[in-house]
């Protein structure tokens, strides 16, 4: 299902026409909810210049998963350690110290991309893309007097049941795993 599919069924749930901008904010706002429930990773490769020791992470990181130099996987080492080989991270900012190499890979979990285009497709399995829909009528109805209550309330609860199905899909996933590869 496509962007411009999960707008018309969402308007088809509602039966009213919202603003495509509107429900792709709230089809957006779901994609980032569920990013911490799925295995999009990535790959980044930094390279290392003369003098510089930080490097900003790329903006859809989640979460590390390993950093890996040329001699093996390198240890997360704590901020006031000035002695051992590793790296350190701050808030966005990734630093290396007493690392020999040219370059560092890291496998990092991402968020989920938004879709922009009315083509774009969200990368979850398709079996999932009624989260979108979901979330986007609770958001609708939310901002509903009285009638809309019941509707809101059953689209979050449905909402809330389809990512516990989703977090169980992951779970008995080896790795989802998308290498997309960036160097920085």
């Known amino acids: 299902m496509n962007l411009q599919q999960i707008i018309e069924q969402v ?3 509602l039966d009213d026409t919202l603003e495509n901008a ?11 909810i569920i990013s ?5 990773e990535k790959r980044v490769t930094l390279l290392f210049e003369d003098g510089v020791g930080d490097y900003p992470l790329p903006p859809d990181c989640l979460k590390l998963m390993h950093v890996i130099g040329d001699s093996g996987e390198l ?8 002695m051992s080989a590793g790296y350190k991270r701050w808030g966005n900012t990734i630093g290396f110290q ?6 560092v890979d ?3 979990q991402a968020r989920l991309p938004h879709l922009v285009t009315p083509d774009d497709e969200p990368v979850i399995p398709p079996q999932f893309h009624d989260l979108f829909i979901l ?12 009638e809309g209550l019941v509707l809101q309330r059953d689209a979050n609860n449905e909402f809330g049941r389809r990512v516990e199905d989703l977090r169980k899909y992951y779970a ?13």
């Open 98 to 103: 007493n690392i020999s190499g040219v370059s």
């Open 22 to 32: 509107v429900i792709t904010g709230w089809v957006n706002r779901a994609m980032d």
């Open 11 to 13: 308007n088809t749930d």
């Open 75 to 82: 240890p997360l080492l704590k901020l006031t350690d000035r």
């Open 106 to 108: 890291v496998y990092y």
């Open 135 to 146: 979330y986007a009528v609770a958001r609708a109805k939310y901002q509903d007097e009285e």
């Open 36 to 40: 911490a429930v799925t295995r999009y």
């Open 172 to 184: 008995q996933q080896e790795t989802y795993h998308i290498d997309a590869v960036y160097t920085m």
